[in-house]
């Protein structure tokens, strides 16, 4: 099984910034679609934002015009920056490969790294 390791979390004021790094074994990088995803206390995980290899994207409603997800073939990382940040952003947040090459197949993630906290204050 591939290792996904996330890192960049912590706690911010409302209004703040973060930048969420994926490090990813290059056999993932190498043709999937990626995800970002989040989990907070006593709710589902819930799909934030997806990228294919060739850069066409997905970005949940609550996240449109704040979060962008890019990723770094050439150093085999995932990225999300996230701006804007609101109380509601706090969550578990996890990269993950998905199944396929284009996004839509990333709803079927069934295998997660240990994630990243990310805590907004109000």
């Known amino acids: 099984q591939e290792q996904l390791v996330e890192s960049g979390g912590g706690l911010v004021q409302t209004g703040g910034s973060l930048r969420l790094s994926c490090a990813a074994s290059?056999?993932?990088?190498?043709?999937?679609?990626m995800g970002w995803y989040r989990q907070a206390p006593g709710k589902e995980r819930e799909l934030v934002a997806a990228?294919?290899?060739?850069?066409?994207?997905y970005y949940a409603d609550s996240v449109k015009g704040r979060f962008a997800i890019s990723r770094d073939n050439s150093k085999n990382t995932l990225y999300l920056q996230m701006n804007s940040l609101k109380p509601e952003d706090t969550a578990m947040y996890y990269c993950?490969?998905?199944?396929?090459?284009?996004?839509?197949?990333?709803?079927?993630?069934?295998?997660w790294g240990k994630g990243t906290q990310v805590t907004v204050s109000s």
């Open positions: 990228i294919t290899l060739g850069g066409s994207t």
């Open positions: 993950a490969e998905c199944p396929g090459t284009a996004w839509g197949t990333c709803w079927a993630v069934d295998s």
């Open positions: 290059r056999s993932i990088f190498s043709h999937n679609a």
